[in-house]
């Protein structure tokens, strides 16, 4: 009885090493789903949402925004702060000054579909990182844009 009883012991652990094994084998020649980052990044997904920005008018790189104010009062958590001057040549004001308080979006995008001038995008940047929370309160979206105004 204890000779059929060690037997079906070793036939059982066989078996659950033989599952298990089969386990292993099977993901060490499956492609992996890690990226080595940062030298490599995963691929985003279409949809993806990053921090708001701001697009350029493609004419005269000026930001596309003309200062309406409607995104910054659409806005649930009051991220927004949006000014505008009036160039002497033109109708419409241009944006001068917007910040994003990043620390308390929630990438609703209300601002993105209320802006009448399509001048709102998601960006793609999702490696955000700083040593303080203050470096994400006011981050300015006109940087790096053109300005018909000399500061
Ligand atoms: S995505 Fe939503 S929470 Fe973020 S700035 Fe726009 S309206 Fe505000
Ligand atoms: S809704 Fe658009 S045009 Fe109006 S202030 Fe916001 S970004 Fe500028």
Redesign the pocket.
Known sequence: MNGYRYLAGIVTGSVSLLKGMRVTFANMVSRPHTVQWPRQTAPLPARFRGH?RMLADEETGFPRCFACGS?AR????A??TVQGRKPGDRKKKVAVRFL?DFT?????????ESCPARALAFSRDYALAGYRDTEFRTMDLLEGLASPFQF
């Open positions: 708001i995104c659409i806005c649930p958590s991220c927004i994003l308390k979006c929630s990438l609703c995008g209300l601002c993105v």
